[in-house]
């Protein structure tokens, strides 16, 4: 069964760290890009940021609103996705979900065709 | 910053037709992509690159493009159809920044 099993979730205070894992199964993991999403309590779905596989350099991209606090990485050899988030604030407080890339055929897309069930942060004194 | 814009909600009975709108300035030049997320739950992509529809899901979910304008309809929709609709694409300016949209909340009558 392909899966993604997301941990690391809790309460942190503002100004803190936190780093979220993100294990995969049943699938080539390193054949894909890899994101991770967050909704805010009662909000839409923000994208994170991606990481590219290994034919891509392991590249990553963040949303402006992490870029300089969050960094994601992945080790491929244990199938598992990263999310080390510092600088922790009130605004980060979410539901964050790693999400895989889509892939259709040699097209890598922007897009995500499985999801993990999430892992909740907050961030609050 | 690219935004995706969508209808804050939408209504329809049982059997009819629900119609979901993501308007953005760069969706000439993207795919669309479509996500339902029920409560409590991650979200399904149900539609990609505009118009195709991923294995496993019902053929009454399909996709459609007209400029800046995409389209989500559901024919003959169903209760548990009843859930929050996301349109996503990437900004068009060079980078692969991801976008989504505003989200729709589908209610069955």
């Known amino acids: 069964e392909v899966q993604l099993v997301e941990s690391g979730g809790g309460l942190v205070q503002p100004g803190g760290s936190l780093r979220l894992s993100c294990a995969a199964s049943g699938f080539t993991f390193s054949d894909h890009y890899m994101d991770w999403v967050r909704q805010a309590p009662g909000k839409g779905l923000e994208w994170v940021g991606r990481t590219r596989n290994k034919a891509n350099s392991y590249t990553t991209e963040y949303a402006a609103s992490v870029k300089g606090r969050f960094t994601i990485s992945r080790d491929d050899s244990k199938n598992s996705l990263y999310l080390q988030m510092n600088s922790l604030k009130t605004e980060d407080t979410a539901v964050y979900y790693c999400?895989?890339?889509?892939?259709?055929?040699?097209?890598?897309?922007?897009?995500?065709?499985?999801w993990g069930q999430g892992t909740m942060v907050t961030v609050s004194s | 910053s690219y935004e995706l814009t969508q209808p804050p909600s939408v209504s329809v009975s049982p059997g009819q037709t629900a119609r979901i709108t993501c308007s953005g300035d760069?969706?000439?030049?993207?795919?669309a992509y479509w996500y339902q997320q029920k409560p409590g739950q991650a979200p399904v992509l149900v539609i990609y690159?505009?118009?195709e529809r991923p294995s496993g899901i019902p053929e009454r979910f399909s996709g459609s493009s007209s400029g800046t304008t995409v389209t989500l309809t559901i024919s003959g929709v169903q209760a548990e159809d009843e859930a929050d609709y996301y349109c996503q694409s990437a900004d068009s300016s060079g980078t692969p920044f991801i976008v989504f949209g505003t989200g729709t909340k589908v209610t069955v009558l």
């Open positions: 690159k505009d118009s």
């Open positions: 999400a895989r890339g889509l892939n259709s055929g040699p097209d890598l897309l922007p897009a995500f065709d499985i």
């Open positions: 760069a969706l000439p030049k993207q795919y």
